[in-house]
Structure formats: structure tokens, C-alpha cells
């Protein structure tokens, strides 16, 4: 069992066998950004192989320029990918996956694209192809640095096949200060063919965040409605009925490995976390570990 004094170990993702686990330790990393230190631990033996890449990034807001050292994921027991990314830039990046040997990433290549869209990375090639349109970018005044949820939010299912995301995107800059208002959900084949329309086109009021389940046959969203509290749905990527979360008030955690179940966070009236695990079958909840947080499972 590994402990990190200061506080860190907040776990990011597994290899694909499941050995390795990069955990952000919330360490400064020797970059000219910063942000939290990414160590990959070998659950084997225990070992720790510090790395100098970070999983989230900021800047003071008084530097030009800057470069973020950024983790995306690991690749398999012996790599992991990341970017060298330098700012301000003609072409521009924000949230990135891997899945089945590609790069997945929600940007634009150059800003003559005219807005984000999510592009898909051969990772064997190289090739870059420009997939479905996300909506209009910008960071609208990032406050804690770059990079900003500034496109409406996606996800690529497990084996790289499908894709869920708004339609419309944003038409006003979101960022880490600005919630803009929510818009459909569509799941599609990467390339936006076979698209349909999912929770039956109900919106939340502030934009939804989708996550596949790992089987990619259910999909958990969560928004923040006009009540100012956390909603969270699931609904079959077939559709059919929504099931809604009973007052989840804290955001959604993570989809057990066995697709059957979510955890999310539920935030007390003296600002304690307790996290909770609900499952799709006989939609109850049961609580977990009071004041532990950002579970990961294995498949």
C-alpha cells in the first residue's frame, strides 16, 4: 500500500493490464507550468517511477508564454503517452484519451477549423482525422489555467468505436468560471454517422458530462440544473428509461468495472464527503468509506 504525506494519491488510470497506476500526488513538477506530479506505481511490487508529466495544469496568469507537461495515459507496462505543449498556440488542445492505439482529443488542429471539434490520432501512423464538431472554443478568461473544459464536454467509448457528445456545442465560451447552458447528447459512430439522440433530448441547465460504462452499453451524465444541486442519469446507449440517481448532490466518480454500478460523491451540510455507490439493478444506494474520494476500479 502506498501513502503520499502531503496529501496527494489521486488515481488516474490503469495500464491495460491492470499492473500499472499513474496517481497524481499533487507534488509541483520541474516544469515553467504547474501542476500535480503523475508517479506510476507497479502494484506488483509497489515500486514508484516518478515522472516530471502533470494531470492537471496551471499558470499564473502573468506569463506569456508557457509549456505544460501533460500525462494522458498509459499505453501499456513499459510506456505511457504524454504532450509537450507550448503556449499560446495557432492549433490548441483540452481533454485527451486513449483508446484501442489511438489518441482521441477534443481541440483544433489550427484555429482556421473555426471551433473544437474531436479528432482521432493513429497512434501506429500518426494520422490525425477531424471527427464530429464539438461546439465553439475559447477559454473565456481561465482562471485556474489551462487546460480549460472550454468545449462542450465527450466521451469515446472503451474499444474506440463510439462517441458521446453535445449537438449543438457551446455557443458561448465555456471555461472553469463560465457554465454555459445545457444541449442534447448524441451518441454516434466515431466518424458522427448513426447518430441518435440520448435521455430522450432532456436538458439539465448547466451542460452535461457524459461517461461511457466500461462495457460502453450504458451511459451516467451529470449537469447542474437550475436548483444549483448535482443531477445524475443513466440511460442505455440503446435508450429506454432514465434512471436518475436519488439526490446525488455531489459529482459523478467513476462506473465500477462491472458496468453495473456508479460511485459518486455526496457533500453533507458540514462540507463532509461521502461517497456512495449506486447500482443500476435495484437502484439503491450504499455507503462507502466516509471521507475517501476518486475511486477507480479494474474491469
Known amino acids: 500500500m502506498t501513502h503520499f504525506a502531503n496529501g496527494g494519491g489521486t488515481p488516474i488510470g490503469w495500464s491495460p493490464s491492470h499492473r500499472l497506476l499513474a496517481v497524481s500526488t499533487g507534488a509541483i513538477p520541474s516544469t515553467n507550468g504547474t501542476g500535480d506530479n503523475i508517479v506510476i506505481i507497479d502494484t506488483t511490487n509497489d515500486a514508484l517511477t516518478p515522472t516530471n508529466y502533470s494531470y492537471f495544469n496551471a499558470l499564473a496568469s502573468n506569463s506569456p508564454t508557457y509549456t505544460v507537461y501533460q500525462f494522458i495515459g498509459l499505453m501499456d507496462d513499459q510506456s505511457f503517452l504524454g504532450a509537450i505543449m507550448t503556449y499560446p498556440a495557432s492549433g490548441n488542445v ?14 483544433y488542429a489550427s484555429a482556421s477549423e473555426g471551433g473544437a471539434f474531436l479528432h482521432r490520432v493513429d497512434l501506429a501512423t500518426g494520422q490525425d482525422t477531424k471527427l464530429v464538431a464539438l461546439g ?6 481561465c482562471f485556474a489555467g489551462p487546460p480549460c473544459n472550454w468545449t462542450g464536454p465527450w466521451d469515446v467509448s472503451s474499444v474506440g468505436t463510439k462517441v458521446i457528445y453535445h449537438h449543438p456545442g457551446p ?82 466518480l467513476s462506473w465500477r468495472g462491472d458496468s453495473q454500478a456508479v460511485v459518486f460523491n455526496r457533500y453533507d451540510q458540514n462540507g463532509t464527503i461521502d461517497p456512495l455507490l449506486f447500482t443500476l439493478a435495484d437502484g439503491k444506494t450504499k455507503p462507502l468509506t466516509p471521507g475517501t474520494s476518486f475511486y477507480l476500479w479494474a474491469a
Open 136 to 141: 465553439l472554443a475559447g477559454d473565456n478568461g
Open 171 to 252: 455557443t458561448s465560451t465555456p471555461s472553469d468560471i463560465n457554465t454555459v447552458a445545457d444541449t442534447p447528447l448524441l451518441v454516434a459512430n466515431t466518424d458522427g454517422s448513426a447518430a441518435r439522440t440520448l435521455f430522450d433530448g432532456n436538458l439539465l441547465g448547466g451542460m452535461a458530462s457524459p461517461a461511457f460504462a466500461p462495457s460502453g452499453a450504458w451511459v451516467a451524465r451529470t449537469g447542474i440544473p437550475l436548483a444549483n444541486t448535482v443531477v445524475m442519469q443513466v440511460q442505455a446507449v440503446t435508450g429506454g428509461s432514465i434512471i436518475t440517481v436519488p439526490t446525488p448532490g455531489g459529482p459523478f
Open 94 to 107: 483540452a481533454d485527451m484519451q486513449i483508446r484501442a492505439g489511438a489518441l482521441f482529443y477534443g481541440g
